[in-house]
Structure formats: structure tokens, C-alpha cells
T-cell receptor, first 114, second 114 residues
Framework: DAGVTQSPTHLIKTRGQHVTLRCSPISGHKSVSWYQQVLGQGPQFIFQYYEKEERGRGNFPDRFSARQFPNYSSELNVNALLLGDSALYLC?????????????FGPGTRLTVL | QKEVEQNSGPLSVPEGAIASLNCTYSDRGSQSFFWYRQYSGKSPELIMSIYSNGDKEDGRFTAQLNKASQYVSLLIRDSQPSDSATYLCAVNPSFYNQGGKLIFGQGTELSVKP
């Protein structure tokens, strides 16, 4: 069975541009969470979606938005990119997204903002 | 006080020894706890989940949870050079409607020397 997939793998953008990152969860999983990981730190929670509805939002500016589609795949959008947005963006898949659900990460998208 | 704290390391152990990784958390009501392994340049990989006080064993890995002390640990027996990685402790906070949000520590770098 395929695991969590993310695209693209790498991305280089310039300040002020917009970016869209994509994620497909494990087959049968209905929840997707997004995390940002900067070098030397643990991942930071951005959003969680379950059954196309936002279940949680982390402490990120409104430039960050996301959505989940009927097939449970998800997009993370970041507008007006800043240098500080350079990071590894991780998508995590879980069956129902509840507190006791294990989350499985995709390979990540490495975003570089110049 | 950080919500989830880990010693950043590096923790260096000889091959065949027991590696002990520690994590403390601040939210006394937290109910679910996870250990992830992250190789350099890769995404986190789930090793163990633990929800009840006591020990949980899986192969060479043992997770230990003490909710009264707000402490969770990971023991790796018979450490191998292939265990060299950063180990991330993750906690699901207890506040209402947090769903599957995970709060991560900064990670402990483990180095196993042949």
C-alpha cells in the first residue's frame, strides 16, 4: 500500500510569491495535518482537517491556508512568502484525526524562499 | 517553560549499549504520547505510541510513561549504528477540540558509535 505522498519534493520561490503544496493521505485515512519544520527544531502544527472540515489551527498567520478535498487529499497554500517561510513542510495522515490516532508523515516538501 | 522538552544532545552511546532518551511535558492533562525517529534530510517515522502509565515494548524499543511526573522516555536496547538519528517526542494536548494536534520537542540527536 502507498504511504503518504507529497508534491513537489523541492520548491524554490522568491519573496512575495505564492506556493501550493499537495498531500495525499494513506488509503482509508480521512484526516490530514500539516506541520512546518525549520532546521534544528521539531515540527510545528499548522492545520488539521478531517472530513473536509478544519479541526485545528496552529499559531500561523493568515497567509497560511489549507483545504481538504472529497478524496481526502489536501492542499496547503502560503501567500506573500517571507524568507522565514523556508522550511520542510510535512503532511501527516491519520485514520480519524482523534487524540489517540497515530499520525504518519509523508516525505515532505522542502521550500526555499530567496 | 516549553510545552515539550527534550535534551538536544548529541547523546553518544557505544554499539550494543542501551540508549535512554527523555522527554518532559507541561500539560498535565495530556493523554497520548508518541516517539518519532528522523534521519537527517528525511521526514519523521513513527516508532512508538503510548497512552497508559508504565512500559510498552516493541522489539528493541521500550517506551515508558509516568503521567504523575509528566515524563515519557524511550529506551533502545542493543543500539546499532543504524539507530543514529534525531528522536522526536510528541504529545497530544488535552484542551478541548484539539483533535490530533501534536506538539513536538526539539528532538534529541543520538549517535551510536561502532
Amino acid at each position: 500500500d502507498a504511504g503518504v505522498t507529497q508534491s513537489p519534493t523541492h520548491l524554490i520561490k522568491t519573496r512575495g510569491q505564492h506556493v501550493t503544496l499537495r498531500c495525499s493521505p494513506i488509503s482509508g485515512h480521512k484526516s490530514v495535518s500539516w506541520y512546518q519544520q525549520v532546521l534544528g527544531q521539531g515540527p510545528q502544527f499548522i492545520f488539521q482537517y478531517y472530513e473536509k472540515e478544519e479541526r485545528g489551527r496552529g499559531n500561523f498567520p493568515d497567509r497560511f491556508s489549507a483545504r481538504q478535498f472529497p478524496n481526502y487529499s489536501s492542499e496547503l497554500n502560503v501567500n506573500a512568502l517571507l524568507l522565514g517561510d523556508s522550511a520542510l513542510y510535512l503532511c501527516a495522515s491519520s485514520s480519524t484525526g482523534g487524540s489517540y490516532n497515530e499520525q504518519f508523515f509523508g516525505p515532505g516538501t522542502r521550500l526555499t524562499v530567496l | 517553560q516549553k510545552e515539550v522538552e527534550q535534551n538536544s544532545g548529541p547523546l553518544s552511546v557505544p554499539e550494543g549499549a542501551i540508549a535512554s532518551l527523555n522527554c518532559t511535558y507541561s500539560d498535565r492533562g495530556s493523554q497520548s504520547f508518541f516517539w518519532y525517529r528522523q534521519y537527517s534530510g528525511k521526514s519523521p517515522e513513527l516508532i512508538m505510541s503510548i497512552y497508559s502509565n508504565g512500559d510498552k515494548e516493541d522489539g528493541r524499543f521500550t517506551a515508558q510513561l509516568n503521567k504523575a511526573s509528566q515524563y515519557v522516555s524511550l529506551l533502545i536496547r542493543d543500539s546499532q549504528p543504524s539507530d543514529s538519528a534525531t528522536y522526536l517526542c510528541a504529545v497530544n494536548p488535552s484542551f478541548y477540540n484539539q483533535g490530533g494536534k501534536l506538539i513536538f520537542g526539539q528532538g534529541t540527536e543520538l549517535s551510536v558509535k561502532p
